[in-house]
Nanobody, 114 residues
Framework: VQLQASGGGLVQAGGSLTLSCATS????????MGWYRQAPGKQRELVAL???????NYADSVKGRFTISRDSAKNTVWLQMNSLKPEDTAVYYC?????????WGKGTLVTVSS
């Protein structure tokens, strides 16, 4: 199972980035999709989650700034990140959580400069 994440980069504080993560249809349709991040020296943490029924959950630190969405036709989940802060700097990972297993994509680096 492959999850292909993209969209990271360098952005100034206050700017925006959109991350995307694509996977196979068979996995996507049966998965809750999530974005996680891991900053240097810190544990990986949940950023946002969207279920198959499009229920969403966000970390308190990103509420009101980040939006997670999914498109079943494209087997893709997005993370729209606005009003970025230096503390958002991290490697961002997408995860597909199925009944049987979790699948992780390779991370994409987001760097927010002050």
């Amino acid at each position: 199972v492959q999850l292909q994440a993209s969209g990271g980069g360098l952005v100034q504080a206050g700017g925006s980035l959109t991350l995307s993560c694509a996977t196979s249809g068979s996995i996507f349709s049966s998965s809750d999709m999530g974005w996680y991040r891991q900053a240097p020296g810190k544990q990986r943490e949940l950023v946002a989650l969207i279920t198959g029924t499009r229920r969403t959950n966000y970390a308190d630190s990103v509420k009101g700034r980040f939006t997670i969405s999914r498109d079943s036709a494209k087997n893709t989940v997005w993370l729209q990140m606005n009003s970025l802060k230096p503390e958002d700097t991290a490697v961002y990972y997408c995860k597909a959580a199925t009944f049987f297993a979790d699948y992780w994509g390779k991370g994409t680096l987001v760097t927010v400069s002050s």
